[in-house]
């Protein structure tokens, strides 16, 4: 028994440091227990009344990974093409376009950073040229060094990156989420776990939401319907013109126009039909009447070919200056058929959102329609104010992510600042406004490049799923290594479920998160912890058979073995680092669970086994069978 | 109980037989996979996947003639295991469509529900990865590969001699590349998804860890009997080390196989081609270590010149 006063100590210890970051996990076992047994409104008094302690305790215990308590785990990735594409504006030009383009390509296949290989594109086609040329600002001038200019960048791109998450963070906390987890993720990704959601769509909507508010004048009416009557006639006279150029080919004048009308006689063709000869684009629209500033009203499954009709560039230009069409969030047609009015509205806005300062939903005390008031700055209020002096018995759009909301009739000047979004479907849909109007709005678009939700009734499944095989694995090892092994097995036992109770202990004290394959882990490393043991049996069983003593044999049997034990397991644990290290979210909780299995049963199967082994053998001269 | 005590097999002399048996497997491993492929799990190639529950049983094909013409791509369709409280049936969809997830998440459920009215479908679990995202996450996974690879390699080379570290790589390279081909071949045929995702990754370097975990343990056995025993033939020496560990090899071989199979039974669908791997893994792992890693350093011992300047046959 001489010298193991420092194992003893170590593996007592161990196990109070273990039972230490454990106690929560167990706390929040029994609360669960106890809430689940109370009726709903005890169970709210209790959870209020008690809030700090069930909090600390949440806190502190055994993290669940999504997999196992449902929820949603979505990667966002900050748009740098767009990025770049803001910060280059009006300098933008058509090499500008081709560098972009060409630099994206290859930032996916090498895995490089789009503004590394911008660079590296546009210095590749011409060495000398300036990259200057596209961007400026306070420090970037005409002569700054293209060296300067992609420190500006990088540097614009982690401030947008930080930007976003900060705005993300906000949403997140205004949705209301227990314990969210926010990350980055190399340099322009960003992870947001979100626990226990059961409405995923509204998420997304919400995390990708640029929340663009913008306040813009609208087309004068009278204007207006000269250009809609133009664009009519423009699609009755290129269907004219194609029966002409069918008839006399040979007339010069109209080639072009012939050419374009051709396109839409096909797509005349495949939406509606040959042998009918009507307006395509009456076909798809229903014209508004004089004096309005909405352009018509289009079906919801006619909105695709509208768009593409409209999006002739000669069509382009026969609408008012600066005006552009934008639909109504609201469809207008009752019963079955869903229209959509689209709005004429100037180009620019005349103000955006970066001037509220306050946002909330409510109701139109009339109509009791959800709404959302809104309250600017003293610049946003000066400016407000103008506008609607200017404007009076005009119409003023409220778009939102480049759809109009409500575009009401200014009735007089409005001073103090204040506004409404009215046209809303939903509570929930005021809600999200109010959330993502408060949380700044995004510096680039997000996009989201992958998303894994789990349910939370599927949660419950894997969670039993996991433990089960937990379980089973456990008692079937445990039973072999009794039968296999006799009183070695049974002390090897003891030492598999100390070395689980480590596992566990070490999760926890380095708030690592359990999930299905970490459970796998721990399961794999069952089978293998054993390892350590069964060698170091087989030797004891050897060197007995050589005829020595028991604790000789117990001496040899440790010694000897260690060597194998060591090597075989570092070589494993290298494999768990570098999982760590490449894996992503159940890659890394099942290379943490392999990893901490190592280490928890290197010192169970070798240390704390020989402690026994000593105690029984030395300290109490008994006897110990290795089968 | 003693499994394996005191045998002789002579494991070394017959190892042609088992030059012929991985030599049979590696070709079919190759042939499986150059004429049958290796179906690939969005993770590495983008796509979507929905778990949708439903109340009442679903009938795959019909389900899957509904969707093909909603998402305007045949999506696949299989049957899912896990159902939460409440649940009927659940199907696995997946889907290359691109699009905004909430509209094909929409289109699937109308799609089902036209079909079968009393369903009440739900999604319960999406898995979403993006092409871009999709490339990372294979770069990712060959670097991981090619990692463990190399540092296995360095270590062995450190802890044993270069002959060794060889043995244990071309044994890794067998077992990867034998599991490969069993899940070529058997793709489509199992119930269950064996498509190669992250966890088969992660599955895939486990057995390289455990596969060498086993080597590592006879090696070591040759190395203390090659200094133990100085004048026997190194066959010899090498047989005997292979014969001692095996009734270790068999015990710590068969524990890993039970737990694994427990897994594979009670680990739910998530885990369940993960858990098929390893099985796999584990028995060529087993094989391999005696058969493909120990003769390749006596192969090598022999040709290096070895043999002759320590005096052995």
């Known amino acids: 028994m001489q010298g193991n006063g420092f194992k003893v100590g170590a593996v007592v210890f161990f196990l109070a440091l273990s039972a230490w970051y454990l106690f929560p996990s167990f706390q929040g076992l029994s609360l669960n227990n106890r809430l689940e047994g109370m009726g709903q409104e005890e169970r709210v008094d209790y959870e209020r009344e008690n809030y700090s302690r069930i909090e600390s305790i949440k806190e502190k215990s055994l993290n669940l990974g999504l997999d196992l308590q449902g929820g949603m785990h979505v990667t966002m990735e900050v748009g740098l093409r767009e990025l770049l594409v803001q910060l280059a504006g009006e300098r933008r030009d058509d090499m500008f376009d081709q560098v972009l383009v060409a630099a994206d390509a290859r930032a996916e296949i090498e895995g490089i950073s789009l503004i590394d290989a911008f660079v590296e594109e546009f210095e590749g086609r011409d060495p000398d040229a300036s990259l200057s040329r596209y961007f400026r600002s306070e420090e970037i001038t005409r002569r700054s060094s293209n060296a300067e200019v992609t420190d500006y960048l990088r540097t614009e791109a982690a401030e947008a990156m930080q930007r976003a998450m900060q705005v993300i963070r906000n949403r997140v906390d205004r949705y209301g989420v227990t314990e969210p987890s926010i990350q980055t993720q190399g340099s322009r990704r960003i992870v947001v776990e979100l626990p226990g959601i059961d409405d995923p769509e509204r998420v997304r909507r919400l995390l990708k939401g640029t929340a663009r508010l913008e306040f813009r004048l609208m087309a004068d009416p009278g204007e207006l319907n000269s250009s809609l009557q133009r664009i009519i006639s423009y699609y009755e006279v290129d269907v004219a013109a194609e029966a002409d150029s069918v008839e006399t080919p040979a007339e010069e004048d109209t080639s072009e126009e012939a050419d374009t009308s051709f396109d839409v006689s096909q797509l005349l063709a495949e939406t509606e039909g040959l042998d009918d000869v009507g307006n395509p684009l009456l076909d798809v629209l229903i014209p508004a009447g004089q004096g309005s500033v909405v352009f018509g009203e289009v079906s919801v499954q006619d909105t695709a070919t509208f768009n593409s009709l409209m999006a002739d560039p000669e069509v382009q230009a026969m609408l008012p200056r600066d005006i552009e069409l934008l639909y109504d969030a609201n469809p207008s047609g009752t019963g079955g058929a869903e229209y959509y009015p689209v709005l004429a509205v100037n180009v620019n806005a005349e103000l955006t959102g970066d001037v509220i300062t306050d946002a909330r939903a409510d109701f139109d005390q009339t109509t009791n329609q959800p709404l959302v008031d809104m309250e600017m700055n003293s610049e946003g209020a000066r400016v407000w104010s103008r506008i609607t002096g200017a404007n009076v018995g005009k119409n003023v759009a409220i778009v939102l992510d480049r759809v109009v909301y409500s575009y009401p009739t200014v009735i007089g000047q409005i001073s103090g600042g204040r506004s409404q979004i009215t046209g809303l479907a939903s509570q929930e849909e005021s809600d999200d406004i109010v959330t993502v109007l408060k949380s700044g709005a995004l510096p680039a678009p997000v996009e989201i490049v992958e998303e894994r939700t789990v349910g939370p009734s599927l949660g419950i499944v894997a969670r039993k799923s996991g433990f089960t095989s937990l379980l089973v694995g456990l008692s079937i090892v445990a039973l072999f290594m009794i039968i296999y092994y006799r009183g070695g097995g049974m002390v090897a036992d003891l030492a598999l479920i100390i070395n689980i109770i480590f596992i566990l202990g070490i999760l926890a004290g380095f708030n690592a998160t359990l999930t299905l394959p970490g459970i796998a882990g721990i399961v794999l490393t069952i089978g293998m912890a054993v390892d350590a043991n069964v060698l170091i049996f087989e030797r004891v069983r050897e060197e007995q058979s050589t005829g020595k003593t028991l604790k000789a044999s117990i001496d040899g049997g440790y010694g000897k073995a260690l060597s194998a034990i060591v090597d075989a397991n570092i070589t494993t644990f290298f494999v768990g680092i570098i999982l760590y290290s490449f894996g992503v979210g159940p890659i890394q909780g099942f290379a943490v669970t392999l990893m901490a299995g190592i280490l928890a049963s290197l010192f169970s199967a070798i240390v704390f086994t020989r402690i026994i082994f000593d105690y029984v053998v030395i300290g109490r001269r008994g006897a110990v069978g290795f089968g | ?313």
């Open chain 2, 1 to 313: 109980m003693r499994i394996f005590e005191n045998t002789n097999y002579n494991l070394v002399g017959s190892r042609k037989r088992g030059y012929i048996l991985s030599g049979i497997l590696i070709l079919l491993s190759i042939g499986a996979i150059l004429t049958r492929g290796l179906e690939v799990g969005i993770d590495f190639r983008g796509g979507m996947e929905f778990v949708v529950e439903s109340d009442e049983v679903l009938e795959v094909t019909q389900v899957r003639a509904a969707l093909t013409s909603v998402l305007e791509t045949s999506p696949e369709v299989k049957t899912y295991s896990d159902v939460g409280a409440g649940g009927q049936d659940a199907l696995l969809i997946r889907t290359a469509s691109e699009g905004e997830t909430t509209e094909i998440q929409l289109l699937i459920i109308q799609g089902i529900s036209d079909v079968f009215p009393e369903s009440n479908p739900r999604v319960i679990k999406t898995d979403i990865v993006g092409p871009r995202f999709a490339e990372d996450l294979k770069r990712g996974s060959f670097y991981a590969v090619l990692g463990s690879l190399l540092v296995i390699f360095l270590y062995v080379m450190l802890r044993f001699e270069w002959r060794f570290g060889l043995g244990a790589v071309a044994a890794l390279f067998h077992d990867v590349l034998i599991t490969l081909g069993v899940f070529s071949l058997l793709q489509g045929i199992m119930p269950f998804s064996m498509q190669i995702d992250q966890a088969i990754i992660a599955a895939f370097l486990t057995i390289v860890g455990y596969s060498l975990n086993d080597t590592v343990v006879i090696f070591d056995r040759i190395r203390e009997y090659t200094n133990l025993f100085k004048t026997e033939p190194y066959k010899t020496v090498v047989n005997r080390s292979v014969n001692t560990t095996l009734s270790r090899t068999f015990v710590t071989s068969g524990t890993t196989l039970l737990v694994v199979a427990t897994l594979f039974m009670f680990g739910g669908e998530v885990l369940r081609g993960f858990s098929f791997a390893l099985i796999i893994g584990i028995i060529i792992g087993t094989y391999s270590s005696v058969f493909v890693a120990t003769p390749v350093v006596v192969e090598l011992y022999h040709r290096s010149g070895l043999a002759k300047k320590a005096g052995r046959r």
